[in-house]
């Protein structure tokens, strides 16, 4: 897939973020990408299902560790 390009306004979807591949961003648009999706992490976590048996939270709880794993691939890279 190729780069996503967000234009200024735009905002992010979970499918979007989802298949963001850090590797294949600048730094600086990293530095740009990383506050939408701290946003959507932020979005996403206030609807946690309550039922921590059910299916919905297990498919809540990938999306959310998904996420947390995409914003740390982008600290790393920042970092570097």
């Known amino acids: 897939m190729g780069k996503i390009v967000?234009?200024?306004?735009?905002?992010?979807t979970l499918e979007t973020a989802?298949?963001?591949?850090?590797?294949?961003?600048a730094k600086e648009e990293l530095e740009g990408l990383l506050p939408l999706i701290e946003n959507l992490y932020d979005e996403i976590q206030e609807e946690e299902p309550e039922?921590?048996?059910?299916?919905?939270?297990?498919?809540?709880?990938?999306?959310?560790e998904a996420l947390?794993?995409?914003m740390d691939?982008?600290?790393?890279?920042?970092?570097e």
Not at 6 to 12: N, Y
Not at 18 to 25: F, G, K, Q, R
Not at 51 to 64: A, H, P, V
């Open 6 to 12: 967000l234009f200024p306004g735009a905002g992010l």
């Open 18 to 25: 989802l298949s963001i591949n850090a590797e294949e961003y």
């Open 51 to 64: 039922d921590i048996e059910s299916e919905e939270y297990y498919e809540w709880s990938e999306l959310m």
């Open 68 to 70: 947390d794993d995409l």
């Open 73 to 79: 691939e982008i600290q790393d890279r920042l970092e």
